[in-house]
């Protein structure tokens, strides 16, 4: 009985051994993946353009699939707040907001060095000059034949 048991042992942790994946390879990052890369690129946002504007809410149906599918309205509102910070402490130093999309990219991106985590699915960060708001912008949805 004994002998079997080892035997068993033996075999299973031969299995196992051969099975598992070194630490360094289940760690190892997707190359395709948006996780942890940054961006700084902000589109000009042009209201008479026709682009649909992200609402920025997780729209999750699917139990399983909710936290993947919330991942992109959670960073959209956490960045879209870090944005309206970095333009209040600009408006309460200035006096006012800035003047132009160029004067938002140099003195609130560029200057305070704010790297933008990439977006999923083609998503895109705009800059509203009127409104004085980052928005995304949601992909085109693809041509029906």
Known sequence: ????RGLGLLVVTGLL???MQSLEEQTKKDPNSIIGKKTQEVGQF????GAK?????????????APVSAYGPMVEQIMKSHIEGALNLFNASEGRYPNSYEEFMTRIIKENNIQLPVLPA????????????LVVIEPPAPATP
């Open 1 to 4: 009985m004994n002998i079997q």
């Open 17 to 19: 051994a051969g099975c």
């Open 46 to 49: 042009d209201p008479n353009a």
């Open 53 to 65: 504007v992200s609402d920025s809410k997780i729209h999750a149906t699917d139990p399983i699939t």
């Open 122 to 133: 083609g998503r895109q960060y705009q800059y509203d000059v009127e409104n004085h708001k």
